[in-house]
Structure formats: structure tokens, C-alpha cells
């Protein structure tokens, strides 16, 4: 059984830094794509980035392109997102997903899996 379980997130002033870590395991994800979505108070779920595990191919949503870099560590099975300049319009929850075979992969839809997410808040 695939478990993924988020840690990092917390309270952070505008223009601060924040890691999020994704532990997965109960099987290989070669082949797997790995992402992160988020869901904004009183909005609808969006995607934020992807890694295919095994290629190490990335997508960014262009909200945050430039700001936001997800990375994955194979021998751990873990997956980051490193989130710089943050802004208040990036408090969310945050999500960690896992699918086989897929890219793009910027769908909810697409993953099979999914951690119980972790919140993140930015103040302005």
C-alpha cells in the first residue's frame, strides 16, 4: 500500500522560505510521477509541480515558475518543494500525490495517491 505522508509546512512572513517533504513507500516509484498540489482557503485545488521519478523532468505551475523548485531524492524516497519568496497568496494546504505514468500530469485526477497534506501560511 502506497503512504505518502507531508511534513514542513508552517507560518512564514512574506518573502521568507519554506520545505515541504513528501515520505513515500510501500513500493518503487520508477515510472511514477511525483507532484504537489494545493488547495487555498475556499477555493479549488490547483497544481503546483511535478517530477518524474525516475527522469528527474519537472513542470511548475506559472504561479510559481521561478519561485518554487521540486526536487526528489531516489535512495530515500522522498520529494521536496523548496518554496522561496513566498507570498500570501501561496497559504494553502499543501498536497503530496503520487501516479503512475503520467506527464503532464497537472490533473488531480491523474494520481492514485495521496498524502493527508500540510498547511502552509503566509503572512503579509
Known amino acids: 500500500q502506497v503512504q505518502l505522508v507531508e511534513s514542513g509546512g508552517g507560518l512564514v512572513q512574506a518573502g521568507g522560505s519554506l520545505t515541504l517533504s513528501c515520505a513515500a513507500s510501500g513500493r518503487t516509484f520508477g515510472g511514477f510521477s511525483m507532484a504537489w498540489f494545493r488547495q487555498p482557503p475556499g477555493k479549488e485545488g490547483e497544481f503546483v509541480a511535478n517530477?518524474?521519478?525516475?527522469?528527474?523532468?519537472?513542470a511548475y505551475a506559472d504561479s510559481v515558475k521561478g519561485r518554487f523548485t521540486i526536487s526528489r531524492d531516489n535512495a530515500k524516497d522522498m520529494v521536496y518543494l523548496q518554496m522561496n519568496t513566498l507570498k500570501p497568496e501561496d497559504t494553502a494546504a499543501y498536497y503530496c500525490?503520487?501516479?503512475?505514468?503520467?506527464?503532464?500530469?497537472?490533473?488531480?485526477?491523474?494520481?492514485?495517491?495521496w498524502g493527508q497534506g500540510t498547511q502552509v501560511t503566509v503572512s503579509s
Open positions: 517530477i518524474r521519478w525516475s527522469a528527474g523532468t519537472t
Open positions: 500525490a503520487a501516479g503512475s505514468n503520467i506527464w503532464p500530469g497537472v490533473r488531480s485526477y491523474e494520481y492514485n495517491y
